[in-house]
């Protein structure tokens, strides 16, 4: 599959769990990886693999994935988590090709 | 702590050839791929290629014609070059380092604007 669908855009109340999710047929056999985006700033990785963080990464982050679904749970989110998500992962077609999501606009009220 | 430093020109004109070089600072170059990505204004995340410190390449299949990919291992940089530019080219343009076990980017540079316009 060529693809991975995320929501547009997903709220949350401050201090409340949410969970952002990324659906495509290549997430049955590999892992999403999730970055979070800040206005006119570059992405940072936040979730890779199983449910790794890289160093500096808040642990209310974290990573699940069930058949074609992988989900971003932010746990007790806070106001400096409002941003851009993006999933990406490889593709099935064996070309060793990267694809993308098209991005989940967080909102925390 | 890595660093990707990136140059380029920022303004080109339609049909030509745009051109974009990251250097990494830190780590090994040798463990890791290395990959452009490019976000249009307002857009989502876009992979463009990657390569290894070998040589070997991957392009996105929707830019294969017109992109090329290189490495200097005795620089420890890597460029991009696109041909062909349009305004549909316009973006910013990142350079990242790729996890090689797992599809992840984890240092990213901090990307260059680049407008096509005649």
């Known amino acids: 599959s060529s693809e991975l669908t995320q929501d547009p855009a997903v709220s949350v109340a401050l201090g409340q769990t949410v969970r952002i999710s990324c659906q495509g047929d290549?997430?049955?056999?590999?892992?999403a990886s999730w970055y979070q985006q800040k206005p006119g700033q570059a992405p940072v990785l936040v979730i890779y693999?199983?449910?790794n963080r890289p160093s500096g990464i808040p642990d209310r982050f974290s990573g699940s994935s069930s058949g074609n679904t992988a989900s971003l749970t932010v746990t007790g989110a806070q106001a400096e988590d409002e941003a851009d998500y993006y999933c990406?992962?490889?593709?099935?077609?064996?070309?060793?090709?990267?694809?993308f999501g098209g991005g989940t606009k967080l909102t925390v009220l | 702590q890595v660093q990707l430093q990136q140059w380029g020109a920022g303004l080109l004109k339609p049909s030509e050839t745009l051109s974009l070089t990251c250097a990494v600072f830190?780590?090994?170059?040798?463990?890791?791929?290395w990959t452009w990505i490019r976000q249009s204004p307002g857009k989502g995340l876009e992979w463009i290629g990657k390569?290894?410190?070998?040589?070997?390449?991957n392009y996105n299949p929707s830019l294969k014609s017109r992109v090329t990919i290189s490495v200097d291992t005795s620089k420890n940089q890597f460029s991009l070059n696109l041909t062909s530019v349009t305004a549909a080219d316009t973006a910013v343009y990142y350079c990242?380092?790729?996890?090689?076990?797992?599809?992840?980017?984890?240092?990213w540079g901090h990307g260059t604007l680049v407008t096509v316009s005649s």
């Open positions: 830190g780590g090994s170059f040798s463990d890791y791929s």
């Open positions: 290549s997430l049955r056999n590999f892992y």
């Open positions: 990242a380092r790729g996890l090689t076990v797992v599809i992840a980017f984890d240092f």
């Open positions: 990406n992962s490889r593709d099935t077609s064996g070309n060793h090709l990267v694809l």
């Open positions: 693999g199983k449910n």
């Open positions: 390569i290894n410190h070998s040589g070997s390449s």
